[in-house]
């Protein structure tokens, strides 16, 4: 079964460091999203991205935040200085349609920890 | 602000009886609604789904009821079992607006 890939699975940088997540959406997949869940929290949306364009965004997602396709199978999310209240998991998804009765496929996450 | 809410963070059932996991959420304009199964150092995996023109949707032992009128959806597994043990989180949409989660609960299914 097709699945969404997540690279690294568990991240640790200093604080004030630049993070890049790696996230390989299945391949026939128009629509990309990012999550993220601060250990005991709700799973938060923070953007999603579709025809190589931020389509939406959550105020959560501010300027230290950018996202990218730059080969047409990874999407990334970068960090760009790194907080400690940026330490949580973070959820790669995609999704065939915008619709929502498709659902989202996640991937396992990657645990960004900043120290 | 909390649109979706799930206020039960944890429930322990027996194996084989009826597990219940509640959420209420407040955005009317809400129109779909799922719920998510996590197993820890997994992503969470779609498992059933309730559009709100209906109030029922069932899928083998996995049933979503959707009360409109209170703003409340509950998923039923029925019968239980230790596999079933993980996180549930509920998660809504408004058209093709990104999906809102809950908090999750923690099921434990004892065997």
Redesign the interface.
């Known amino acids: 079964e097709p699945e969404v890939t997540q690279t690294p699975s568990h991240q640790v940088t200093q604080m004030g460091q630049e993070v890049i997540l790696r996230c390989v959406p299945i391949s026939n997949h128009l629509y990309f999203y990012w999550y993220r869940q601060i250990l005991g929290q709700k799973v938060e949306f923070l953007v999603s991205f579709y025809n190589n364009e931020i389509s939406e965004k959550s105020e959560i997602f501010d300027d230290q935040f950018s996202v990218e396709r730059p080969d047409g199978s990874n999407f990334t999310l970068k960090i760009r200085s790194t907080k400690l209240e940026d330490s949580a998991m973070y959820f790669c998804a995609s999704s065939e349609w915008a619709g929502k009765n498709y659902g989202y496929t996640f991937g396992s996450g990657t645990r960004l920890t900043v120290v | 602000d909390?649109q979706?809410k799930q206020n039960s963070p944890s429930l322990s059932v027996q194996e084989g009886r009826i597990s219940i996991l509640n959420c209420d959420y407040t955005n009317s304009m809400f129109d779909?609604f799922?719920w998510?199964k996590k197993y820890p150092?997994?992503?969470?995996?779609?498992l059933i789904?309730i559009?709100s023109i209906k109030d029922k949707n069932e899928d083998g032992r996995f049933t979503v009821f959707l009360n409109k009128s209170a703003k409340h959806l509950s998923l039923h597994i029925v019968p239980s079992q230790p596999g079933d043990s993980a996180v549930y989180?509920c998660?809504a949409?408004a058209g093709?607006?990104?999906?809102?989660?809950?908090?999750?609960t923690r099921l434990s299914v004892i065997a």
């Open positions: 909390q979706v779909y799922l998510y150092a997994e992503g969470p995996t779609f789904s559009s989180f998660a949409s093709n607006t990104p999906l809102v989660f809950g908090k999750g």
